[in-house]
Structure formats: C-alpha cells, structure tokens
C-alpha cells in the first residue's frame, strides 16, 4: 500500500466510524484528504472496493485490540486505556452494528466480535468476584454490550464515561450472588 492509499483509507476509516456510510461520500473525502477525487478511483476503482480495505483494516485491528485485551489485568485502568487507544477502531465497530443489515458489515462484525471479548469476560469475571459461570458470564457480557454500544456515541467517548459505564456494570451485576440456574 502507497502513501496515499493509506491516506484515503485512515481517513475514510475515520469517517465511516464518525459518520457511517454518510461518510463514505468521495468527494467530501476527497476534501477531507485534499487529494483528487481521480486519486481515489486510480487506487481504488470504486466505492465497494475501497469499503472492502476498511473492513480489512477493521478486522487487523480488532486483533490488535485482541491481543492488548488478553494482556490486560484490570478493566479500569488498563482496559479503558485500551479502549481509548482504539477509539475509532470501537466506533467503527458500533457502525457495522448499526448498519448489520449489510451482509458484509455484518460478517466482519461476527469475525471482529469472536476476535474481541473473550478475555474481556475472564477479566470482568475476576475484578467483579461474581460466582457466575462462564456461559452465565457471556450472557451478561451480551447484554452489556448491546447497551454498551447503544449508549457510545463519539461525544460520550472519554475515560470518565468508560469508568462510569463499568463501574454501574460492576453494580449491576454484584446482584447476582447465587448462579443463575436457579439452585440456590
């Protein structure tokens, strides 16, 4: 990939997570690049290609966020920094929520979603001390996520948020003393 490969598609990226596919418009990215809107068509052809490099560049990078995650020992502080480290990245993957009714957003959203959370879970599971069991957990985490990204919005994004929504999750779920199968 060329310099202004990588230009179109950090800032298409950018603007996909900000905007949607709202943002994909290419002559505001073209502005917003301050190169040529025949730049893009000489890299890319067209606007389903140069979408099938960001669903690319998404899927690295929730590996990386992956591989950050499993080396994370508390959620707050160290899974927050994460978090806001990969911004754009979570933003980006709020959006292919958002518009899961494409079948490739929704696809990239499945592979992204086994690739990110695992370790999450296990982490969650040892700050909070719950006596839950995994698949107990991963139920939680579910619902925690879709509310999660129901309430993110690029606005809200910031450490104090982070802290806030976790510490309530933490609250939340301290309310399941016993496991959930119904034995007491």
């Not at 950090?10 to 603007?15: C, L, R, V």
């Not at 099938?52 to 959620?75: F, T």
């Amino acid at each position: 990939m060329n310099n202004r490969e990588e230009i179109w598609i950090k800032t298409g990226y950018e603007m996909f997570a900000i905007q949607g596919e709202k943002g994909l418009n290419i002559e505001q990215l073209a502005k917003e690049v301050g190169i040529s809107k025949s730049s893009f068509y000489h890299h890319f052809g067209d606007l389903e290609n140069f979408l099938e490099k960001l669903l690319q560049l998404h899927l690295q990078q929730s590996r990386v966020i992956a591989e950050k995650e499993k080396m994370a020992q508390s959620i707050n502080p160290e899974l927050i920094q994460i978090l806001l480290e990969h911004q754009n990245d979570i933003l980006f993957n709020r959006q292919l929520r958002i518009n899961a009714h494409h079948p490739n957003y929704n696809h990239t959203l499945l592979i992204s979603n086994q690739l990110i959370g695992k370790d999450f879970i296990l982490l969650w599971l040892k700050d909070t001390k719950l006596p839950l069991t995994l698949r107990q957990a991963e139920g939680i985490f579910d619902l925690a996520l879709e509310n999660f990204f129901l309430q993110l919005n690029p606005e809200n994004f910031t450490e104090k948020w982070l802290e806030a929504y976790f510490e309530n999750l933490k609250r939340i779920s301290s309310k399941f003393k016993a496991p959930l199968d119904g034995s007491d």
